[in-house]
C-alpha cells in the first residue's frame, strides 16, 4: 500500500511545485484570491475551510519520542490561514500532544479546537455517564482551554446517553458547539434521524471524490436542518493516492487552482455547498500547506465536478 509521502516522491502528479519549499508552495496564494471561509449555520460565525485532522499519520507522530514534524504541522496551519483542527481522545496521544504542543507555541488560543466524547457502551449497557463527563474534562485539561469550540458524540456512539451530557456542557459555556460523527456507510441510516430531530450544530463524516453516497440525502438534509459539516478522509485514506500512482493532475485543474492532488480532491469536497469544513490528517508540514492552498482560489462548478468525477473514475482502481 502506497502512502501519501511515498506517492509525492514516487510520481509526478503532485506537480512541479511540490519541489519547491513549504513557503514557495503558497507564494502565489494572493493572486489567487482571498482565504476561502464559510459560516457555521447556526451561528453565523465563519472558519477557514481547510483544518486539520489528527487521525492516521499524526496519531502516529503522537506516540513516539520526536513529535517536532507536528509542531511544525501546527505552524503551517495557522501560518497560510488555518485554524480549525479535529482531534479525539481515541486517536491516540492526539489531544494531549496537540494541547501541549499548541500551548509551547502560543497557538492555543487562535485554534479552533474540535474533539469528540466516546465512551463506547459495553455489550447493550448505555455508556457510562460519569466516565463520558470526565473524558470532557480530560479534553478541557488536555487542550488547556475551559471552553471547547466543539465537541461531537464519536461514531453515533450511545446518542441517548452522550448528546445531553455535550448539550448541557454547551448550556454551562463549557462546549460553544456541538454535533455527532460518523465514516461508516452503515451508520448512515441512524444518522439522518438524529439530524432530523436533534439541534445539532454539526455531523463529521466521510466524504470524497469516490465517496460521494451522502450527496444524495445526508448533505441535502444538512442544508436544510443547518448544520454544519466537517468532512474526514476527502483522499479516502490512502486509497485516492493509490488511484492516482503515475498519473498527473490534469492540465484543465488549472481552471479552479488545483496544483496537486491533494487540492484537486480537497476542492472536490469543498465544492459542495453543505460543506463547511475538510480536516484532512498529516504529520508533515509539507502536506499541510499544500493542503491549505486548497484555501485559496476558485473552487469548481457543478459541470467541473461531474468532469472532475469521471476523470477519476476512469482511472483503475487501487
Do not use: C
Amino acid at each position: 500500500m502506497i502512502t501519501r509521502r511515498e506517492y509525492l516522491k514516487l510520481s509526478l502528479a503532485a506537480g512541479a511545485a511540490l519541489t519547491l519549499g513549504p513557503a514557495a508552495l503558497l507564494a502565489d496564494a494572493p493572486s489567487r484570491g482571498s482565504l476561502i471561509t464559510r459560516a457555521i449555520p447556526s451561528s453565523g460565525e465563519k472558519i477557514p475551510v481547510v483544518g486539520l485532522g489528527s487521525s492516521a499519520t499524526f496519531a502516529q507522530v503522537a506516540r513516539s519520542e520526536d513529535v517536532s514534524a507536528l509542531r511544525e504541522v501546527f505552524s503551517a496551519l495557522i501560518e497560510h490561514g488555518g485554524a480549525v483542527f479535529d482531534t479525539a481522545p481515541s486517536y491516540g496521544a492526539s489531544e494531549a500532544v496537540s494541547g501541549r504542543l499548541a500551548k509551547e507555541l502560543g497557538l492555543t488560543d487562535r485554534i479552533f479546537w474540535a474533539t469528540k466524547v466516546n465512551v463506547v457502551p459495553r455489550g447493550g449497557d448505555s455508556a457510562d455517564v460519569a466516565a463520558a463527563r470526565a473524558q470532557l474534562q480530560t479534553s478541557y485539561e488536555r487542550i488547556g482551554k475551559d471552553k471547547i469550540d466543539l465537541n461531537q458524540v464519536h461514531n453515533l456512539a450511545d446518542i441517548p446517553t452522550q448528546l445531553p451530557i455535550l448539550k448541557e456542557a454547551k448550556e454551562a459555556g463549557h462546549v460553544r458547539y456541538v454535533g455527532v460523527t460518523t465514516t461508516s456507510a452503515q451508520q448512515y441510516e441512524r444518522l439522518i434521524p438524529i439530524m432530523q430531530r436533534e439541534p445539532l450544530d454539526f455531523i463529521g463524516i466521510d466524504y470524497a471524490i469516490d465517496n460521494r453516497n451522502i450527496e444524495e440525502r445526508i448533505l441535502p438534509l444538512a442544508q436544510e436542518r443547518g448544520i454544519a459539516v466537517m468532512v474526514y478522509m476527502p483522499f479516502g485514506r490512502t486509497r485516492l493516492w493509490q488511484r492516482v500512482r503515475g498519473h498527473e493532475v490534469p492540465a484543465w485543474a488549472a481552471e479552479f487552482d488545483a496544483r496537486s492532488w491533494g487540492q484537486f480532491f480537497i476542492k472536490f469536497a469543498l465544492s459542495h455547498p453543505a460543506v463547511t469544513v475538510v480536516t484532512p490528517a498529516t504529520s508533515q508540514a509539507r502536506h499541510m500547506v499544500d493542503n491549505m492552498g486548497a484555501a485559496y482560489g476558485r473552487l469548481p462548478d457543478a459541470a467541473m465536478r461531474a468532469r472532475m468525477v469521471a476523470h477519476i473514475d476512469a482511472l483503475p482502481s487501487a
